[in-house]
């Protein structure tokens, strides 16, 4: 995605208006410590901290939009059918990996399994056979699969629930929508901000 946008503003605007530059953690330092008139960085609180202390070096302003948790509340008597719509909604676009994806549910116990009945369903319908449904994405690189699997291991290790919605496909990163039913609280997958198809309920 990010070359692809690269390519279309390196074709429409001209070079010395906007100039559009990829790289990792490197260049994102290395653009910190630059005296811009402003700085706006999205991404990790840990890389978000190197940035701002650097910038703060040439007194640049800087606009953050760092990662969290964004959780939903299902409240008693609220259609469980409208809400599984449209957390799947959210949750699914781009296989979670948005910044306004829900990362947690929070529901009364009566709710959860008529919740992970719906949200079956749901999955099914919209997204049969995951790993070769082309309107299905995959995890953007191996650091992030591997993340992500993480986190399913340390729930199933610590006895939480875990359902998959389908069939992923390791080889090509394509994990399956999945739901971790009443994970412990200490779990990266409950600290970190999961930004992929994992859904704590």
Partial sequence: TS???KALLDEVFPADRVATVL??????AAFSALPFDHLFFTGST????????????NLTPVTLELGGKSPVILAPGYSIATAVDRIAAGKLLNAGQTC??????????????????????IVA????????????TSIVNDGQYKRLSSY?????????????LGQGD??????APTLVVDPPKNLALMQDEIFGPILPI
């Fill in 46 to 57: 840990t890389v978000g901290r190197r940035v701002m202390q650097a910038a703060a070096q």
């Fill in 170 to 175: 390791a080889a090509n990163r394509i994990l």
């Fill in 152 to 164: 399913l291991d340390e729930a199933r290790a610590a006895g939480a629930e875990v359902v998959e």
């Fill in 100 to 121: 306004i994806a829900p990362d947690y549910v929070l529901m009364q116990k009566e709710s959860v399994a008529p919740f992970v009945a719906e949200m079956q369903r």
């Fill in 23 to 28: 790289g990792g953690p490197d260049v994102a």
């Fill in 3 to 5: 070359e692809e946008l």
């Fill in 125 to 136: 319908q919209r997204y049969p056979n995951p790993a070769t449904n082309p309107d299905y």
